[in-house]
């Protein structure tokens, strides 16, 4: 049913509604910080992304067949929806070659409390997923760095149901509820362009922390406090449950997104997880003459237990035939990360609508419980690149995700015991390409392109009976989005 919703979408589109001029300087950035990156995207599946426009008018009659939207926003009622749709396929490489189609309809519904019922500086807001189709990493490529943003198993989620209250004139604002941290944690705004997942939730925190932390397709019961004394200087912290699956692994399936599969555990019992981070906004005030760009500093702390990836609770090796096969439990992961988002160049006499953006994300995690201990990425985008083209959005991304000491060492431990010649886990890379072309606002088609370095940070293939590593891949894939 979707399908045909989204192949009726694109025969409406063709309406003759004219294209609406929009302002992007009015809307915040991602993450909800003020918009320092003059090459953000008309439409990003990243959870961080806002809002930014609609096909409703290019739906004719069935844009809004009731004429209930306008009359429900006065009143503080708004919904959107967000249908994007997936085709990817690793011609080259990976455990072994092939082609998917995924898809997710995404819903939002935003109730602002002080028009609906007078309750001054009140928010309630939800957004639930539905999930199709296959991912390409984790059946065909073996990547860590996941080719998709929206790869998940199938499912029909609730992901975050939050209540927000303003206070001290808006400068302070508390959320509780069950919340995520990649909507607002770790957010680089130019790198919502790209579709690989590691551009969004970067995957230093998605490997590490259990059940992937608290991002997409999971989210957890948490509280955060965001304080704002100026629109150049935020500062916030978030308390979240540690595990947003649960600690259960021993069941006969630990898939963390079986165990928690509509989103509706809200596990409050786990060892804790708190973020925090600042972040400086400069050259916001609008003169032509500047250019924009924002700093953030962050880091995490997971209070849990973790499984050790190399001895076992008598401290020899767990690939030791005389081992106890029982690993050694670890306290804590912990990290700290540093993002730069940098408009380097403005077209003359186009505002804030085209130019240049780059962003750089650095983290270290050195705790002994991390898979990767050190994960960079980096990006340039250009918005109104090619003339007659103002909307459109060109990038090209690298990420660089290195394997911890106990990892690398688990392997070398491995090899020594068995006798056996196999590879040894030391870094995965992407590199991406990307081009999201606006057909209406609320509507974009995105070809892309990745290649990726040592899948599985170099792990043997399973399919492979020499146990080759697995080979460089080569995705190549589209991607089509449409706001309503």
Known sequence: MLRHGFALGLCLVGGSAQAQ??????FRGAGDDPRTAIAQPETTSQASGGYVSSVEPYLGPLGDPFGI???????GVEYSLTYVADFLGNPIGGVRRGAIVEDRLNLRLNLNLERLVGWDGATIHTNAYFIHGTGLSRYYVGNLLTTSVIEAL??????????DQKVLDGKLAIRGGQLAADTEFIVSQTATLFMNST???????????????????????????KFTPDDKFSLQIGLFDGDPAGANRSGPDPEPQRLNRTG????????????????????TDGDPTTLPGTVTLGGWQNFGRFEGSRLDTSGRALADPASNGIARRLRGNAGIYGILDQTLYREPGKGEEEGLSAFVRASVSPTRSSLIDFYVD??????????????????????????????????RDAILYTGKVMPVRKAETVLEATYQALVVPGFTVQPDVQYILR???????????????????????VRATVQY
């Open 21 to 26: 001029q929009l302002d992007l300087s009015r």
């Open 69 to 75: 939207r306008p009359g429900l926003k006065a009143r």
């Open 154 to 163: 199938p499912s029909t989620r609730l992901y975050v149901l939050w209540f």
């Open 199 to 225: 551009f969004g939730w970067p995957a230093i925190t998605g490997l590490n922390l259990p059940s992937g932390g608290p991002a997409y397709p999971l989210a957890t019961p948490a509280i955060r406090a």
């Open 264 to 283: 509706t555990n809200f596990r409050t019992h786990d060892p804790a997880l708190v973020i925090a981070e600042a972040a400086y906004a400069y050259n």
């Open 378 to 411: 980096a990006g340039l985008a250009y918005k109104g690149l090619i003339p007659g083209r103002d909307s459109d959005t060109v990038g090209l991304g690298v990420g660089y995700a290195h394997v911890g000491a106990d990892a690398h060492r688990a392997d």
């Open 455 to 477: 899948p599985g940070a170099g792990i043997a293939n399973p399919r492979d009976p020499d146990g080759r590593r697995v080979k460089n891949a080569l995705v190549l894939g």
